[in-house]
């Protein structure tokens, strides 16, 4: 345990050097980043397998710390309270022992930074490997009562999405991307956004669309009711800075 608490308190055990990119989630309702989603990446941009492949047992819970530090401590270097945009952070439910614990290093560094906790959104992916679902209740519970918003990520890639919804209780739900590519021609998947925009309006549940890729699927995830996009089509990942969003996508939006 000596080792687990050294690392949730610091997160410096993580020795393996690494960066954060941005990608907007866009109000297609304003036109402007609802949040940037950081992403790891390699120092010199290398993918996020580059990082995720040395994660092992034994650093599992430094690196989760130190994900939450350099995104914080990066996106404000980048600008992102220029704006009133979140800053949405990906986390390893296994790498919480102890929720209100844990979270300390990431209070202390939001403060020292002066990033307010209401602009933080904390996701984690419905495939990711997890302990007891009473756990993650725990977790997200406390996150809320701290001000946080959770999101779980990738919601239809699994089997157990629809029981994640309803224990977990999230503030965001993330549409997996296979649910969103070819939208346009498909009439079965836009049946299920459908059913699944539907579902979120009566539960109160901000639905983002990730993945998207092309102006027809953009347009097509609009019209379905999906106010929240992310995506190529809107922006790459930037390492180290806030990107631009595209025009075109704009224009489209208008």
């Not at 997160?11 to 402007?32: N, S, W």
């Not at 977990?168 to 498909?186: A, H, Y």
Request: contains cysteine; glycine residues 6%.
């Amino acid at each position: 345990m000596r080792k687990i608490c050294s690392g949730c308190r610091d997160g410096v055990d993580f020795e393996i050097p690494f960066a954060m990119a941005f990608q907007p989630i866009v109000d297609t309702l304003t036109g402007k980043p609802f949040a940037y989603e950081a992403l790891i990446r390699g120092t010199d941009g290398a993918g996020a397998a580059s990082i995720l492949s040395r994660v092992t047992d034994a650093n599992r819970y430094s690196f989760d710390q130190a994900c939450r530090v350099k995104a914080i401590e990066s996106a404000m270097s980048a600008g992102i309270m220029a704006d009133d945009a979140r800053l949405s952070i990906n986390f390893l439910p296994n790498a919480v022992y102890s929720p209100l614990a844990c979270i300390q290093l990431t209070l202390r560094t939001a403060k020292a930074v002066g990033m307010p906790t209401d602009r933080l959104i904390f996701e984690f992916t419905e495939n990711e490997q997890m302990g007891s679902p009473e756990h993650v209740a725990s977790i997200i519970e406390t996150y809320q009562q701290i001000g946080f918003s959770t999101a779980i990520d990738d919601f239809g890639a699994g089997y157990s999405g629809l029981d994640m919804f309803a224990r977990f209780r999230p503030d965001e739900i993330k549409l997996d991307m296979e649910l969103v590519r070819g939208i346009d021609t498909d009439r079965r998947r836009q049946a299920i956004v459908r059913a699944v925009v539907q579902m979120c309006a009566d539960l109160e549940t901000l639905l983002i669309a990730e993945g998207i890729e092309t102006a027809d699927e953009a347009a097509t995830l609009r019209r379905l009711g999906v106010r929240y996009h992310q995506g190529f089509w809107y922006a790459r990942p930037a390492l180290k800075r806030l990107p631009q969003l595209n025009p075109a996508c704009l224009l489209r939006a208008a």
